[in-house]
């Protein structure tokens, strides 16, 4: 019996899942009689990855449709599930709820909140559905770039696809491996860098041996383990809180209770005092940066002449060792200075605010619409930035590279339409839950975390803050011995993997969670190496340098390729450059504005020519490129004089592709009507096979 035969899959799917559960009871026995947590999340790390890599060794191939689209024999069930997979990201698993925890479901002003992730994410699957995936599985492509030279012929559309795919993989790539590096390190107690380093091989021996075949079916295996680690940690929290395992009803009764908690914490005058404090901070932060030379010499010496103190009388070791420590770890440099005090300052300002800054969990939009002149421009700039970003979000799911060329592997047109449904119907399994965990999470801080003595605090907060203190930090500010809700920072990428200890479950939970945001992690960057991997490998090499190349030398390519990559990709991460969202968002950006208008019109317009194409990818790239780097964080601390200039209509930067889309749009179109039509291949919809 051929081992990919539907009724052989299916035995092994079923097989898997059994084996899964059966692991997961097992490790949780062990925990019962005394297994440490050390092994326990040792176990559940190598075991994971161990799977990973013998699905990969055991999908080997080097026939370039296996390689490329394992040789367009997936169903649309399973495919569905490898597609959920790769698309739920570290972006979705690990910072999803985070997001919603710390910018509510609208956000403020000037962030867009994680409803809009949701929503945006959710409808993009309608289009890629209505608009691009049947149409491109016609075709019979390798991949994306494939279709702008099949369509509007010639090179340069191509070109342009490749090095679009490449960088907004790349960007995406990163995010994915930084995640890898978080949940690695904690569950193995091995430095951020190594763990990276654990993770990607996994990714590397199931993409560089098998390509799409290993990568499809390692997908899979990832999908049922993310789901599990999902599932099971959100059904316990709200049994524990409400009663019922089943985690959307619980949302609506823990948000009028979490709403209660924030209007008395508002009214609360430790945590104004808390605020106060940060606020105090804020304004050194800001008098240092006015004369930065003389802020450094002044930090300096007050530190040397307290250390001299401490020797001088003769304190403990470690009190003098860690002055000292601080000493070293002085900025070095004018321009280290004012990016630190920079930083510090919009933290403390944050922090200053009421809730932290953070809205409140059952408001709409930021400000008021009915309020004063001030309140309702606030309100206004805060719809603005959640539909810019729902907008980018919905057209980049349909523009992104490594997500369609899931749908070039069905074997038929209406597989890949079957294909699309199951997608939606696996990511709508955790999406339903995801809003209903940040609000218990946020219930589980606030009824249950404020309030406590620093000294009684559990011992996942201090484990924490040593694998990354921007990750967490707790700080007696006001030294009441309390801990205050503005005395806690917990970042987004932290919410989901530290919620079993948040709710005080038992550590396997934990450990299924980080195995879950591996898995999760993983699966998108088996993708993202693989389609930079055969993008660069076929529409690079064998289109541009050498049509006569035999197979293996193209496989052997796109594995060199991926390599590379992959540790570009870790190196970068290893900087940990900002936060998961913000990473993922700014590369939907770029594939919608380069992508869409040219693959849809292409589609859907036969007047649209190649010079068209080339000109509208190139207009909707290099706008949504010079609008993130313009208004980035990292560019304006660079460069002070760009401070001065504004967003457009106060459109924050991830959401960049809301005017990279209608431009791109807008100059092909223009082009198109002022250029000879030439087409390479029209694709007529009428004569679509169903």
Same mark, same amino acid.
Request: charged share 15%; hydrophobic share 50%; proline share 4%.
């Given at each position: 019996m051929?081992?990919?035969?539907?009724?052989?899959?299916h035995?092994?799917?079923?097989?898997?899942?059994?084996?899964?559960?059966?692991?997961?009871?097992?490790?949780?026995?062990?925990?019962?009689?005394?297994?440490?947590?050390?092994?326990?999340?040792g176990?559940?790390?190598?075991?994971?990855?161990?799977?990973?890599?013998?699905?990969?060794?055991?999908?080997?191939?080097?026939?370039i449709?296996?390689?490329?689209?394992?040789?367009?024999?997936?169903?649309g069930?399973?495919?569905?599930?490898?597609?959920?997979?790769?698309?739920?990201?570290?972006?979705?698993?690990?910072?999803?709820?985070?997001?919603?925890?710390?910018?509510?479901?609208?956000?403020?002003?000037?962030k867009?909140?994680?409803?809009?992730?949701?929503?945006?994410?959710?409808?993009?699957?309608?289009?890629?559905?209505?608009?691009?995936?049947?149409?491109?599985?016609?075709?019979?492509?390798?991949?994306?770039?494939?279709?702008?030279?099949?369509?509007?012929?010639?090179?340069?559309?191509?070109?342009?696809?490749?090095?679009?795919?490449?960088?907004?993989?790349?960007?995406?790539?990163?995010?994915?491996?930084?995640?890898?590096?978080?949940?690695?390190? #904690?569950?193995?107690?091995? #430095?951020?860098?190594?763990?990276?380093?654990?993770?990607?091989?996994?990714?590397?021996?199931?993409s560089?041996?098998?390509?799409?075949?290993?990568?499809?079916?390692?997908?899979?295996?990832?999908?049922?383990?993310?789901?599990?680690?999902?599932?099971?940690?959100?059904?316990?929290?709200?049994?524990?809180?409400?009663?019922?395992?089943?985690?959307?009803?619980?949302?609506?009764?823990?948000?009028?209770?979490?709403?209660?908690?924030?209007?008395?914490?508002?009214?609360?005058?430790?945590?104004?005092?808390?605020?106060?404090?940060?606020?105090?901070?804020?304004?050194?932060?800001?008098?240092?940066?006015?004369?930065?030379?003389?802020?450094?010499? =002044?930090?300096?010496?007050?530190?040397?002449?307290?250390?001299?103190e401490?020797?001088?009388?003769?304190?403990?070791?470690?009190?003098?060792?860690?002055?000292?420590?601080?000493?070293?770890?002085?900025?070095?440099?004018?321009?280290?200075?004012?990016?630190?005090?920079?930083?510090?300052?919009?933290?403390?300002?944050? #922090?200053?605010?009421?809730?932290?800054?953070?809205?409140?969990?059952?408001?709409?939009?930021?400000g008021?619409?009915?309020?004063?002149?001030?309140?309702?421009?606030?309100?206004?700039?805060?719809?603005?930035?959640?539909?810019?970003?729902?907008?980018?979000?919905?057209?980049?799911?349909?523009?992104?590279?490594?997500?369609?060329?899931?749908?070039?592997?069905?074997?038929?047109?209406?597989?890949?339409?079957?294909?699309?449904?199951?997608?939606?119907?696996?990511?709508?399994?955790?999406?339903?839950?995801?809003?209903a965990?940040?609000?218990?999470?946020k219930?589980?801080?606030?009824?249950?975390?404020?309030?406590?003595?620093?000294?009684?605090?559990?011992?996942?907060?201090?484990?924490?803050?040593?694998?990354?203190?921007?990750?967490?930090?707790? =700080?007696?500010?006001?030294?009441?011995?309390?801990?205050?809700?503005?005395?806690?920072?917990?970042?987004?990428?932290?919410?989901?993997?530290?919620?079993?200890e948040?709710?005080?479950?038992p550590?396997?939970?934990?450990?299924?969670?980080?195995?879950?945001?591996?898995?999760?992690?993983?699966?998108?960057?088996?993708?993202?190496?693989?389609?930079?991997?055969?993008?660069?490998?076929?529409?690079?090499?064998?289109?541009?340098?050498?049509?006569?190349?035999?197979?293996?030398?193209?496989?052997?390519?796109?594995?060199?390729?991926?390599?590379?990559?992959?540790?570009?990709?870790?190196?970068?991460?290893?900087?940990?450059?900002?936060?998961?969202?913000?990473?993922?968002?700014?590369?939907?950006?770029?594939?919608?504005?380069?992508?869409?208008?040219?693959?849809?019109?292409?589609?859907?317009w036969? #007047?649209?020519?190649?010079?068209?194409a080339?000109?509208?990818?190139?207009?909707?790239?290099?706008?949504?490129?010079?609008?993130?780097?313009?208004?980035?964080? =990292?560019?304006?601390?660079?460069?002070?004089?760009?401070?001065?200039?504004?967003?457009?209509?106060?459109?924050?930067?991830?959401?960049?592709?809301?005017?990279?889309?209608?431009?791109?749009?807008?100059?092909l179109?223009?082009?198109?009507?002022?250029?000879?039509?030439?087409?390479?291949?029209?694709?007529?919809?009428d004569?679509?096979?169903?």
């Open positions: 051929d081992w990919q035969s539907p009724q052989r899959v035995l092994i799917f079923v097989a898997y899942v059994v084996g899964t559960m059966l692991f997961v009871v097992a490790m949780g026995f062990a925990e019962q009689i005394g297994l440490s947590r050390e092994w326990l999340g176990i559940c790390l190598m075991a994971s990855i161990l799977s990973y890599a013998l699905i990969g060794i055991y999908c080997r191939t080097t026939q449709s296996e390689y490329y689209v394992a040789g367009r024999r997936i169903s069930f399973y495919n569905g599930m490898a597609s959920a997979a790769d698309w739920m990201s570290a972006a979705t698993f690990i910072s999803l709820a985070g997001g919603l925890y710390l910018q509510g479901f609208s956000g403020s002003a000037t867009a909140g994680g409803f809009a992730y949701l929503l945006g994410w959710t409808g993009g699957f309608c289009l890629v559905a209505l608009l691009a995936a049947p149409y491109l599985r016609r075709m019979n492509l390798y991949t994306l770039p494939g279709f702008f030279e099949q369509r509007y012929g010639g090179d340069w559309p191509r070109r342009i696809a490749m090095l679009a795919t490449v960088v907004c993989t790349f960007i995406y790539m990163v995010a994915q491996i930084y995640g890898v590096g978080l949940i690695a390190s #904690r569950l193995s107690g091995v #430095r951020f860098e190594i763990g990276m380093l654990l993770g990607l091989s996994g990714v590397l021996v199931c560089f041996l098998g390509g799409m075949r290993a990568v499809t079916w390692t997908q899979v295996a990832q999908y049922v383990i993310l789901l599990l680690a999902f599932l099971v940690p959100v059904s316990l929290l709200a049994y524990k809180q409400l009663g019922t395992p089943w985690a959307p009803a619980a949302y609506s009764e823990q948000l009028a209770r979490v709403n209660s908690l924030e209007y008395a914490l508002l009214a609360s005058p430790k945590e104004a005092e808390v605020g106060q404090i940060y606020w105090q901070r804020a304004m050194h932060d800001a008098q240092r940066l006015q004369d930065v030379k003389t802020s450094m010499y =002044q930090d300096r010496m007050e530190l040397l002449q307290r250390l001299q401490l020797k001088n009388e003769q304190t403990d070791t470690s009190t003098i060792f860690a002055m000292s420590r601080a000493l070293s770890q002085l900025p070095r440099t004018e321009e280290e200075a004012r990016a630190l005090w920079s930083r510090s300052l919009a933290s403390n300002q944050a #922090r200053s605010q009421p809730l932290s800054g953070m809205p409140l969990s059952a408001q709409a939009y930021a008021d619409p009915d309020g004063p002149q001030e309140q309702r421009a606030l309100h206004d700039l805060s719809r603005r930035n959640f539909l810019a970003l729902m907008f980018c979000l919905m057209a980049g799911t349909l523009g992104l590279p490594h997500l369609l060329t899931r749908y070039l592997t069905t074997p038929s047109v209406a597989q890949t339409r079957s294909s699309v449904a199951w997608t939606l119907f696996f990511i709508a399994l955790l999406y339903v839950s995801i809003p965990l940040a609000i218990m999470v219930y589980e801080v606030m009824h249950n975390l404020v309030g406590m003595r620093f000294d009684a605090l559990p011992q996942w907060i201090w484990q924490w803050s040593r694998v990354d203190p921007d990750l967490l930090s707790a =700080q007696d500010v006001n030294g009441d011995g309390l801990l205050q809700f503005a005395e806690l920072h917990l970042d987004a990428d932290l919410i989901m993997l530290a919620m079993p948040i709710a005080g479950l550590y396997v939970v934990s450990a299924l969670v980080a195995a879950g945001g591996l898995a999760a992690a993983l699966s998108t960057a088996d993708g993202l190496l693989l389609t930079m991997g055969t993008t660069i490998a076929h529409d690079g090499y064998y289109r541009e340098i050498n049509r006569n190349a035999p197979e293996i030398r193209r496989v052997m390519l796109s594995k060199f390729v991926l390599l590379v990559m992959a540790l570009a990709a870790a190196y970068v991460a290893a900087q940990k450059p900002g936060d998961i969202l913000a990473m993922v968002a700014a590369s939907f950006s770029i594939a919608a504005a380069t992508f869409v208008p040219a693959m849809v019109l292409g589609i859907f036969r #007047r649209a020519t190649r010079a068209g080339v000109a509208g990818m190139m207009a909707g790239l290099l706008l949504t490129v010079g609008y993130l780097v313009a208004f980035s964080p =990292q560019t304006r601390e660079a460069w002070p004089a760009l401070k001065e200039l504004q967003p457009w209509w106060g459109i924050q930067p991830v959401a960049a592709g809301v005017f990279g889309v209608p431009f791109g749009a807008l100059v179109v223009l082009a198109s009507l002022l250029t000879q039509h030439t087409s390479a291949h029209e694709i007529r919809r004569t679509l096979p169903i």
